[in-house]
């Protein structure tokens, strides 16, 4: 869905910049404004399509920001983020990933989004290419988009476990590709790239000296068994060439505290420090406070919400299974499923004049009273991603609803 909708016709021509005909609202907004329909009307929706958990920040992390707010530090900062900060950051690097960073290689910003939109839109210019694997998340190619540049998109398999090949990755690399994204573990599928099959990929990117590769391990922690590996941690040698995104939004169930942070080259950290300090500035000084405590402290909260995290995991696993037609890859992280429904609608869906994923995901609401997101919003239609990070006995109760309203009587 393109956002050419804006009102009246004659302002949008009058007023608005091109770029914007270069980008839609997402694909996800038709079922947000369902579920908001029907809660207008009393009606109560579950809402698994929400990419947050849903627990609360750790209190230590909280406490850490109350703290800040009584000690006044509630002022403009350095752009970057605090010393403190960045200390915090180069420490988790340095644990997590045997990485080592200076302050002035480190930038912390309103998110992890704005890191990446902010190495786009310092890197890009019209005509160049960025390759992000499909399904992907959703914010990648508008955000591309919105710099004038092209995102390439890769399609992938659940039989290749969601994953970018080599042989595919060399295919879509032209002269005018400036980045390769690589999201582990990913968003919408919970696919993690195994040290051996990202060293293979920076393989095919390494001979290629206008390359950038965007590393976003936003959800690191949350994986269930496989461990981890970043692609600056498997080639040193492209240190000048990887920036390395994270943040605690994922990791701390901080969402709304809007802190994320980027590591790599200083070219590129003194580029985004120029964007930021001439559009957001610092990220919230609270929020960097928050950060500070979340990320020096041993995430002790960890092993129990990934426990909780891996048996709704499987309550959803399970839901699918009975479902017939419908199949899902068990993801190795993150905290979705992506799960196949191009079958189902070839079939039962027929039957109930549904077409698409994004009927489907609507019909789903009314009958089942749960929103999902339909994987056109992800580059791959014909799927659901269904987040499971809803409290444990709503997701049973919504996933005994879809397992109804799915199966054939
Ligand atoms: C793959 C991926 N990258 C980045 C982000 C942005 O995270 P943040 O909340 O730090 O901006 C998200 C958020 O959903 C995501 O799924």
């Known amino acids: 869905m393109k956002n050419n909708d804006f009102s009246p016709p004659s302002r949008q021509a009058l007023h608005l910049a091109k770029r914007m005909g270069r980008v839609g609202t997402s694909p996800t907004a038709a079922v947000s404004e369902r ?10 929706i579950t809402n698994l399509g929400e990419g947050e958990l849903d627990f609360a920040t750790p209190d230590h992390v909280a406490d850490a920001a109350k703290q800040a707010i009584d000690r006044h ?13 960045k200390e915090a950051i180069r420490t988790k690097f340095r644990r997590d990933n045997e990485l080592d ?4 290689e480190i930038i912390a910003a309103s998110g992890a989004k704005q890191i990446i939109f902010n190495a786009f839109l310092a890197t890009l210019d019209a005509g160049d290419q960025v390759i992000i694997a499909a399904p992907y998340w959703v914010s990648y190619p508008d955000m591309i988009r919105l710099t004038g540049a092209d995102p390439v998109v890769v399609s992938t398999t659940a039989d290749q476990g969601w994953k970018l090949t080599p042989d595919a990755l060399a295919k879509a690399i032209t002269p005018h ?4 994204v690589l999201n582990s573990p990913g968003n919408p599928t919970g696919a993690i790239y195994t040290a051996a099959e990202l060293a293979a990929l920076l393989e095919v990117i390494s001979p290629h000296p206008q390359i950038l590769v965007l590393a976003d391990d936003i959800y690191e922690p949350l994986r269930y068994g496989m461990p981890f590996a970043t692609p600056l941690q498997i080639r040193p040698d492209l240190r000048d060439r990887i920036l390395t995104v994270n943040g605690v939004s994922k990791s701390h169930a901080m969402t709304g505290w809007r802190l ?7 070219w590129l950290i003194a580029a985004l420090d120029i964007l930021q300090s001439q559009s957001t500035s610092n990220p919230s000084s609270i929020s960097q406070a928050a950060a500070v405590a979340a990320l020096n402290a041993p995430p002790i909260f960890l092993q129990s919400w990934l426990e909780t995290l891996a048996a709704r995991r499987d309550i959803v696993l399970d839901m699918i299974a009975g479902i017939p ?13 992506f799960m196949a429904v191009s079958k189902w609608l070839a079939t039962t869906g027929q039957t109930l004049g549904l077409k698409t994923d994004v009927d489907m995901a609507s019909w789903l609401i009314e009958t089942a009273r749960v929103a999902t997101v339909p994987g056109s919003a992800f580059g791959t239609p014909g799927h659901l991603r269904i987040a499971y990070a809803v409290e444990t006995q709503v997701l049973r109760d919504s996933c005994e609803r879809i397992k109804a ?4 009587r």
């Open 101 to 104: 960073f200076s302050a002035d």
């Open 177 to 180: 590709t400036r980045w390769v």
């Open 73 to 85: 530090e509630t002022k403009y900062t350095a752009v970057a983020g605090t010393a403190a900060l």
């Open 260 to 266: 994320g942070y980027g590591a790599g080259p200083r």
């Open 35 to 44: 579920v908001r329909a029907f809660q207008r009307d009393g009606i109560e």
């Open 325 to 337: 037609s419908c199949s899902a890859r068990r993801p190795d992280g993150a905290f979705y499923v």
């Open 405 to 408: 309203a799915c199966t054939p």
